[in-house]
Nanobody
């Protein structure tokens, strides 16, 4: 069992930056690939970024590529999402997730994850 707790969301102006954190419980964090997803009102949950167990492989959605960076610190059981050049369309609830399979076909879909956090709201004002 893994429990995930996101933090770092908030209100920011267009062009601003935020860093989201996701802290995981337990001693098996390094066994899991980690992902970030987001869900805007009235829309489906969509993939944002993912990182392999070791951190050597990362994957990004085209919509955020070049603006967001995913990273992890296995010693701290934490995964991060650094978001820069934020746009109003980035407004959503952001969720982190943990899954055991780390192939790109799996980590880019919600079905690839076994555990989810409760989400943190990110609002970008225009």
């Amino acid at each position: 069992q893994v429990q995930l707790v996101e933090s770092g969301g908030g209100l920011v102006q267009t062009g601003g930056s935020l860093r989201l954190s996701c802290a995981a419980s337990g001693r098996t964090f390094s066994r899991y690939a980690m992902g970030w997803f987001r869900q805007a009102p009235g829309k489906e949950r969509e993939f944002v970024a993912a990182i392999s167990r070791s951190g050597r492989s990362v994957y990004y959605a085209d919509s955020i590529k070049g603006r967001f960076t995913i990273s992890r610190d296995n010693a701290k059981n934490t995964v991060y999402l650094q978001m820069s050049s934020l746009k109003p369309e980035d407004t959503a609830v952001y969720y982190c997730a943990a899954g055991l399979v780390e192939t790109i076909a799996v980590v880019t879909t919600t079905r690839g994850y076994d555990y989810w956090g409760q989400g943190t709201q990110v609002t970008v004002s225009s």
